[in-house]
């Protein structure tokens, strides 16, 4: 696996001699992608990575979500954009076998794509096909980005929630429930914005 980058020095990153345009968030999904378990579905989780000198330095990586083809990761990237510089980045989507390291097995590996940050900040959404190693396509898989560019407002709202009478989705135990919370962007499209923890067997 590539070497963890400290996400506190960017300035690592080949970008010393410029000036920082803005901070981006990227928020990523996938959809169709290869089933790599016998029993469930693959447990897919993402990796960010920037290139510094030639070589991929891994930035963060997302939570993994359990037995889904078609992933929305809550994890929101962020990284500074620099306008006069061209910012590759790598997305590699990986299975995840309990706590096995990411890349430890071939067919851990669900597919790759590459950017750049420009890229994502001009189309605001990328969408592109997964490939694995060789240049092999990835079958249908794909993957898309979203950018979105950070103002200076630092307001913020803080919420509280409560759920009663839940129905109950399990055979033998009770549910465990979640809350997502989307926002509707200007297209009509939905947007992941928060996913809460799991509270076990409460309804």
């Known amino acids: 696996m590539n070497e963890l980058l400290d996400p506190s020095s960017q300035a690592n990153l080949g970008v010393v001699s410029a000036t920082c345009v803005s901070k981006v968030e990227l928020r990523v999904s996938c959809k169709h992608l290869l089933d790599r378990d016998t029993l469930n579905k693959s447990d897919p989780c993402v990796v960010l990575l920037m290139q510094s000198q030639g ?8 939570e993994v979500i359990k037995s889904n083809l078609n992933p929305i990761f809550a994890k929101v990237f962020m ?9 590759k980045l790598r997305f590699e989507v990986y299975d995840i076998h309990g706590h096995t390291s990411i890349g430890a097995h071939d067919d851990d590996f669900l597919g790759g794509m590459e950017c750049t940050v420009g890229q994502i900040v001009a189309q605001k959404r990328v969408t592109k096909p997964l490939f694995l190693k060789y240049g092999k396509c990835a079958g249908k898989s794909t993957i898309t980005v979203t950018s979105e ?8 709202v803080e919420l509280f929630f409560r759920a009663k009478k839940l129905d109950d989705k399990d055979l ?11 926002r509707i962007n200007d297209d009509g499209s939905e ?4 996913r809460t923890e799991f509270v076990k067997n409460n309804l």
């Open 149 to 156: 560019e950070i103002s200076g407002d630092n307001g913020f």
């Open 172 to 182: 033998f135990s009770k549910s465990d429930p979640f809350l997502e919370i989307y």
């Open 79 to 87: 990284v500074d954009y620099y306008f006069e510089e061209v910012q």
């Open 191 to 194: 947007q992941l914005v928060h």
């Open 55 to 62: 070589q991929w330095m891994e930035v963060e990586r997302s």
